[in-house]
């Protein structure tokens, strides 16, 4: 039979956001003999490259799951990545301003849980004083933006040199003798654990496939547009004074020199996995932020500099997978953050720490449920939210993973 001497405690597949995540929910846990393995040459390089993820919460037309997760997720977001965050606010957009008015979004927003402190909806006139744009919409004063990249750094570097191993694809995953093997691309066994944990994006489909579990995930391609213009331009006089989200979003413009640098996107191209920069996704953000600032704008005096590609995975019902497996004791996995890796990250890491502290108080794994813990129950985080995460929700059990496909 296959063995690894001196087997970890933990092992994490996968070092960007979500792998971070987990790295702070096991040292939370005094949990410090675990190894992290990725495909990279580091962490953070796939999606979590970039040091521009927009973060505010959720706005529906009812208190979904999805609305009402972002909004505990927005509160946990500046407590665990709160070292890496930028901005001071953020401004929403509806997709269209028909049908806009600031008394039916006051309703809405206080039928959803939040106050007016968090969250401000503002007409037309109040949105051109305040953020410099021509279109009704909410402000969120606590919003902001993350530099993946860096929260990842800041993880692993910490880490000791033999706790990372890099530049390794695994092929698959086997439970032996109550540990888990990982062994990859090469057909080498180069690990084994009592827990393991899941987070690295769209590979994950192919690792729990490995053992017969099939996940409903799919790839999105996403382009961020780095553009200039001159401070002589018509775009220099309307800037807004915060980000913005919406159809697009964008960060407030920087200064440099005698021009402007603005971070514009995010493209949305389902099922496309393509890392190449596209020109069309360059004018589709261009397009967009022009609609949303409304103004006479011209378009010849946006400039492309830069650009970031990256591919978000995301499930069938655009929440997130995290959680134990059912019936497979010590399995975990953390994935499909889409966009928003910065909150659903920092909720798992804080119920992943919960968890994880009372499988250690109880010496037995818990692959039934999400353990939460009181605090985040007491935040609004029930049994129900709790499950509506888990992967067994795509399906009947450990042999028949026919998908089970909730609405959000």
Known sequence: MPSVKNPYEAVIVGAGIAGAAIAKALKNNNISNFLVVDKGLGPATGTSAHGHALCHPYIGRGASRLQRLTFLAFKEARDVWGKHWCGQGVFHLPRTQEGFTKQIMSERLLSQGFKFDMAMPMDQAEANEKIGVQSGGTFFPEGGWVNLEQACHEVFVEMAPEQKLWATKLRKIEKVDGQWMLWDDQDQLIASTERLFLANGLGVKDLAESIDISLPLKPVRGQLSKFRFSKQSTWAQHLPRYALSGKAYCLTPEEKGDE?????GSSYDEEVDDLNVWDSSHAENKALIKEMLNQALHDDELKVKDAFVGVRCVAS?????????KSQPGLYILTSLGSRGVM?????????????AYEKNHSAFLDARFFAGARLAAAGLDSVLAEALLPARFFAGVSNSKPILPSA
Do not use: C, K, Y
Request: net charge negative; charged share 15%; aromatic share 14%.
């Open 260 to 264: 402007f640098e603005w971070v514009v």
């Open 317 to 325: 019902d655009r929440l997130p997978i995290m959680g134990p497996v």
């Open 344 to 356: 659903w990250s920092a909720l798992a890491s804080q119920m992943f720490t919960e968890h994880l």
